[in-house]
């Protein structure tokens, strides 16, 4: 009789329904998660290239560092040179003074370039970094809260998801294949609502309206009916009702 056939479609969209809540409690978590995670490697992928300019600054200081101490190393040697009164000739005295002179203009050079190609730079890289370092943390801390709510959920809900999964291989064996492939083509659109209650003259699946002689049909159930509007399967209350009681 199609009473009691319709009866096991409505059983098993009960199940399904269980099951889509049970899914979407876990559906949450796994997509923040992966949002999470691409956040994380995002900011990771930016702390390494701000790493890698500061570590070529640091670099280019050493370098400058290094020119400038055997600049002055070379000042100084020419200096004891003039002090000592070594050099003999003026010409001599002149190339000395030259050297001296541009060493000087060389380092005051080094020191201008880091300052002016360096200095801010390097302090809004490294500004750049702490930002980076302190959202980090937060997202890492996140990221390890959902997972563990994830993994705590998961464990939760896979009892209530086998004790379900047996219910509906039960109750899928008492369905004939005819009717179970027409359910399960609408509960794969609309999972855990392919039936749906028609209730003083409404469908409740989408709330339109189920013209007087049609609602008395459904109610009758001497066929199988789906709704105009959202083609869900339909099932009178009173039904449900009668194999209740
Ligand atoms: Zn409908």
Redesign the pocket.
Known sequence: MIKERLILLYKLCQIDKELSELYSLRGDLPARIEELKSEIDTLNTRSNEINSELNIILQAEKEKSRENDLLLEKIEKNDELLRTGKVKTNKEYDAIALEIQEAKTKISENEKFLENEYSEKKTSLENELSVINEQLKELNEELEQNLAELSELTKQTEEEENELQKKREELVLKINSEDLDNYEMINKVKFGEAV?IVRKGS?L??Y?SVPPQKAIEIRMAEKFYS?E??G?ILISEELINDSNS
Do not use: I
Request: hydrophobic share 10%.
């Open positions: 749906a469908c699946g989408c339109s709704c509007s959202c869900r």
